[in-house]
Structure formats: C-alpha cells, structure tokens
C-alpha cells in the first residue's frame, strides 16, 4: 500500500511561491495517476492538478493554469506541485493523491484516487 507524505507549505504573500513535495513510500509505476488536491475551510475538496506517470501531458484545473507545474521524480518516488503567482484563493490544505488508473486520470476524478496524504497547509494573505 503506497503511503504519501506531503511536504513545503507554509504561508506566503500573494504574488509569492512555493514548491510542495509529495513523497511516496514505494515506487509508483508508470500505470499510476498521481495528482494533487486542494480543500479550503466550507468548500468541498477540488482537483488542482494530475499526471499520468506513463506518460502525456499534465492536467490543470482552470483556476491555477499557467502558474501551478506538476512534476515527478521517479528516482526519488516524489511528486512536486511549484505554484507561483498565489492568490489568496489559493489558500487551503494540499493533498498529494495515487490512484492506479489512466481513464481517471483527470482533476475530477477524486473517486478514484485511493491513496492520500494527510495534506500540507497552504496559506496566502495580501
């Protein structure tokens, strides 16, 4: 069973950035669907971004295209999410997520994913 740890927030001001890091405790094979989610206070948990390990372009949800990279490091089994150009909007708790899964492999899928983290605390104040 893959256990996720996220790492790398912490509160910046708007316009700031930040890298988080997802490590994995096992290697995540190319059929694997990592991606990252987000859930602020009173709203509902929402994809940001996905990767399919075996390859093809990334997904990003409308709300963070052209600022937020989702990238990996398979010799390190580790996941990154660099955001840049945060915006209050932003602020939530990040999750790092795994799912053995191609079809579903998109920022709404959140059913599929089966594997989480226990999130990392993203903050942003103007």
């Known amino acids: 069973q893959v256990q996720l740890v996220e790492s790398g927030g912490g509160s910046v001001q708007a316009g700031g950035s930040l890298r988080l890091s997802c490590a994995a405790s096992e290697y995540t094979h190319s059929n694997y669907c990592m991606g990252w989610f987000r859930q602020a206070p009173g709203k509902e948990r929402e994809g940001v971004a996905v990767i399919y390990l075996g390859g093809g372009s990334p997904q990003y949800a409308d709300s963070v295209k052209g600022r937020f990279t989702i990238s990996q490091d398979n010799a390190k089994n580790t996941l990154y999410l660099q955001m840049n150009s945060l915006k209050d909007e932003d602020t939530a708790m990040y999750y790092c997520?795994?799912?053995?899964?191609?079809?579903?492999?998109?920022?709404?899928?959140?059913?599929?994913?089966?594997?989480w983290g226990q999130g990392t605390q993203v903050t942003v104040s103007s």
């Open positions: 997520a795994a799912a053995i899964t191609r079809s579903y492999c998109n920022t709404r899928a959140l059913h599929a994913f089966g594997y």
